[in-house]
């Protein structure tokens, strides 16, 4: 009797340890896991610098062309107005191009435009962000034209304007590659009145913060 009852003593240790460990391992494997650390905030504002460029269709040719196309440089700001991966901010942009046109004349054109644009950006791979938007606002736009023995005429207007953009890049760093549409009657001679049409690209370096 005694061996039965040690005997049975020891089946029932063994017993209450398989429970124990059996109750810990599912107690373990039902632990909620722990959240994914999340990606770093997206940087809602970026200043960018680079190349500009426009094709100006106007009603009268300049030495035959009827879209000359100048080119200079710009600069480019937004803020984001959204906490997510998309909405609505503000976009202001400034360029200034110039083009020789024939002999001993020159044109140029300086636009500072502000929009509103609606965004949507995220992570695509390794840390690379990836932005696409589309804007509408307005433009200033100042045209001015050197006429050889004639003299230089100049005139400004604000038009609508829309477009849109993409950037790509790091967290701190990207390019800007930017496109818009803007129309604008101007007066060079008095009495005359000339519609422009210009479609401006901008590309450029964008710092972001």
Not at 12 to 37: C, F, W
Not at 78 to 99: F, I, K, N, P, T
Not at 169 to 186: E, I
Request: hydrophobic fraction near 40%; glycine fraction near 14%; include cysteine.
């Amino acid at each position: 009797m005694i061996q039965i009852a040690l005997g049975s003593r020891g089946i029932t240790k063994r017993l209450v340890i398989a429970l124990i460990a059996g109750y810990v391992s599912l107690a373990l494997g039902d632990e909620p896991a722990q959240p994914s650390a999340q990606p770093p905030a997206l940087k809602k504002r970026a200043v960018a610098l680079g190349w500009a460029g426009s094709t100006v269709g106007v009603d009268v040719p300049r030495d035959g062309d009827k879209k000359p196309d100048p080119g200079g440089w710009g600069v480019l700001g937004r803020v984001d107005l959204h906490r997510d991966y998309r909405g609505w901010g503000l976009q202001l942009a400034y360029s200034y191009m110039e083009e020789r046109i024939g002999s001993g004349g020159e044109l140029s054109l300086a636009q500072a435009g502000l929009h509103a644009y609606y965004a949507w950006e995220g992570e695509v791979e390794n840390s690379l962000r990836l932005r696409v938007y589309s804007k509408v606002g307005v433009s200033r736009t100042d045209f001015e034209e050197t006429v050889p023995l004639t003299g230089t005429f100049s005139d400004d207007a604000i038009g609508p304007s829309f477009g849109g953009g993409v950037e790509w890049g790091v967290r701190r760093w990207g390019f800007v590659f930017d496109v818009g549409w803007t129309f604008v009657d101007v007066e060079l001679i008095p009495g005359q009145e000339e519609s422009l049409n210009v479609s401006a690209g901008f590309f450029g370096l964008a710092y972001c913060f």
